[in-house]
């Protein structure tokens, strides 16, 4: 419950700040609420099965099943995004996201990076991309994310790294486009 709850608050924050940012107050979290439910909440949905098996932990394979689910969703919501007429920087944040969502699940094909540690390095160096030095006491929430994937006996240490390593090219996307 940690790492799902906690883990994606980073990237929430980033996306609801750049439709904030983007001059249109409310509506512009609205913005950044509808690119959450492609890039996190309809996916989690659609894949809670394959991430959540019976057997314990999730096989290779549903891994990255489960992170092609994602990018489809993110890619169909980047779309809708851009069609409906959504801020610049809400479209390019979920590209940075969806680029970061590719990586990661090339690299599931080969290891098991942790994917929450993933997406919460990528929302954090996403709110520290958009709000600066303002923004880094948010590198606090991978502390219970990683605590609780170690707790669980989901990934180690190197996983956790791993997985942090692939969501800091959500900034770098970012930034570049």
Known sequence: IVSDVVGPLPVIAALCGAGFRAGQSVRGLGWGLLAIVFAGIAPYLATWRLRHPS????????????MACVAMSGLLGLLVLRRLGAP???CRMTGAILVTVVLQAAANMRWRWSNHCAATAAGIGLLIALYGPRAVWSVIALVPVGWAR????RHNALE??????VGLVAPLCYLAS
Do not use: M, N, S
């Not at 956790?160 to 390593?165: D, E, Q, S």
């Open 55 to 66: 057997g314990g932990r999730p096989t290779q394979a549903a891994r990255v099943t489960y």
């Open 88 to 90: 610049v920087d809400v």
């Open 150 to 153: 170690l707790d669980l006996g």
């Open 160 to 165: 956790l790294i791993g997985g942090v390593a």
